[in-house]
């Protein structure tokens, strides 16, 4: 089992900056990605960044150039450094891991962009 906490969301205004934060605890060894998601109102959810065990780094084009995927591996956490943020950003943001034992969800963190 793996064990996520994310945080970082909140409300900002459009160009504004949020970093978010997904802590993961409990069997961490051999994670294969680390991914966020998101889930605007109304909408599926939707892959935003990606980072594989190599550090490959993937983006949904919405986001290339604004957003930056990376990882602390001593600490068990990934980051989502978000810039130039639009209205259309606004959702809950989730981390998601994969590893050998199967995929695992956090709780949600909401984003929300104001123009």
């Known amino acids: 089992q793996v064990q996520l906490v994310e945080s970082g969301g909140g409300l900002v205004q459009a160009g504004g900056s949020l970093r978010l934060s997904c802590a993961a605890s409990?069997?961490?060894?051999?994670?294969?990605?680390v991914g966020w998601y998101r889930q605007a109102a109304g909408k599926q959810r939707e892959l935003v960044a990606a980072?594989?065990?190599?550090?490959?780094?993937t983006y949904t084009d919405s986001v290339k150039g604004r957003f930056t995927i990376s990882r602390d591996n001593a600490k068990n956490t990934v980051y989502l450094q978000m810039n130039s943020l639009k209205p259309e950003d606004t959702a809950v943001y989730y981390c998601?891991?994969?590893?050998?034992?199967?995929?695992?969800w956090g709780q949600g963190t909401q984003v929300t962009v104001s123009s």
């Open positions: 409990g069997s961490t060894f051999s994670i294969i990605r």
């Open positions: 980072i594989g065990s190599a550090g490959s780094t």
């Open positions: 998601n891991v994969r590893n050998a034992l199967g995929s695992y």
